[in-house]
């Protein structure tokens, strides 16, 4: 099977951490976002992953190619000249996609992050005979979103609502699809939406199915969903492999520390916490909700809270760091300074507090 991840553009909304690396690349419990998703496809038997990207395709490529053969998965890269929306890159795509199996190939959103049931979802599509299954999740405000009306019984779309007024139901389309190849004959190679143009025709076949997403779902493309997803993706680290996440008296709730990090006395840690590779936490520090990246130094009672620390950051002593404070990477806070919010580009000293959220460029 092959699948295809729509890599997408920029990542502005990510910044200030897309300005080191793509978006897919930035970390996400301990590993590039997009390899929680190879790393799943793989499971259920993809033997190659297209990524659909239209910006710095040799820096994914060269950083993918070492998972490449670990994980002995083929990753190709499809490059647009010009953003091609959701649906043009897999007309861009067609040849890499179609390989004369009749399989059907995933389709996937790069920042979505997900316990990704793709056994279940390989299952379904099988046993409805339709030509596209999307994955929908349910929300508790679909009035913010383009709403799922589906058949309870057999999950056959019938159509789609765009932020519906009144109550037309709860699930909403999670970014995660199969599709059967007949499908590339109805998308040409020109900017189009599959969610807009494509899938709404399929419905009004009735060759449209979704499945209801078991488990928690995460768009985590801006910080603040970021710091959501890593507390819902740690709290299913607990419930399917609680040995990988860490445990004493200075833990609290989930914590996923790597193993080469060192953590000084006296620290408390939790909930909702993940410490990057050769990370140094010195004595005294207390963390809650944050992301720590990979070679960062946290130096002794500094205290951080709903933020995330780039790669090879330091925090001085004493300093407090919240309310989504995003350091970029290499980014150094002196001693006793404040963070209330503040977004820092790469590269900076921080001398003075940031006390209203503010770029810091």
């Not at 091609?84 to 004369?100: N, Q, S, V, W, Y």
């Not at 316990?115 to 999740?137: C, D, R, W």
């Not at 419930?239 to 914590?255: E, W």
Request: charge should be neutral; glycine fraction near 10%.
């Amino acid at each position: 099977m092959k699948a295809l991840i729509l890599v997408g553009g920029f990542g502005t909304r990510l910044r200030p951490l897309t300005l080191s690396v793509p978006k897919p690349l930035v970390d996400f419990g301990n590993k590039p976002m997009i390899l929680h998703q190879i790393e799943a496809l793989k499971e259920v038997g993809v033997t190659e992953v297209v990524l659909a990207i239209n910006y710095q395709p040799e820096v994914m490529l060269n950083f993918l190619k070492d998972f490449e053969n670990k994980l002995d998965i083929k990753i190709t890269c499809s490059q647009e000249t010009e953003p091609l929306g959701t649906a043009g890159p897999l007309a861009l795509a067609r040849e890499k996609l179609i390989d004369g199996s009749g399989d059907p190939f995933f389709v996937l959103n790069s920042d979505v992050i997900s316990e990704y049931p793709f056994a279940q979802l390989i299952k379904f599509h099988k046993s409805h005979g339709g030509e596209a299954t999307i994955m929908v999740t349910k929300v508790d405000e679909p009035s913010k979103y383009g709403v799922v009306v589906m058949e309870e019984g057999t999950g056959k779309v019938e159509r789609f609502v765009e932020k519906p007024k009144i109550f037309v139901g709860n699930k909403i389309n999670a970014g995660i699809y199969l599709l059967n190849p007949s499908i590339l004959d109805r998308i040409q190679l020109k900017p189009t939406s599959i969610e807009k143009e494509v899938f709404p025709k399929i419905a009004d076949e009735r060759k449209l199915y979704a499945m209801v997403l078991p488990g928690f779902w995460m768009d985590i493309g801006q910080p603040r969903d970021y710091i959501t997803g890593l507390r819902l993706y740690l709290d299913s680290l607990r419930k399917k492999a609680s040995v990988k996440l860490a445990s004493g008296p200075h833990i609290l709730g989930n914590v996923l520390i790597h193993e080469s990090a060192v953590i000084g006395e006296g620290c408390l840690i939790g909930p909702d916490v993940s410490i990057g590779p050769g990370c140094v936490v010195e004595a005294g520090v207390r963390l809650s909700r944050c992301t720590v990246m990979r070679g960062v130094r946290i130096k002794k009672h500094a205290c951080i809270s709903s933020s995330i620390i780039g790669w090879h950051s330091t925090v001085g002593q004493w300093a407090r760091v919240e309310n989504m404070t995003i350091l970029g990477e290499d980014v150094h806070v002196c001693d006793e300074i404040y963070s209330n919010g503040g977004v820092v580009l790469p590269h900076k000293e921080i001398k003075s507090s940031i006390l209203k959220p503010e770029i810091v460029m």
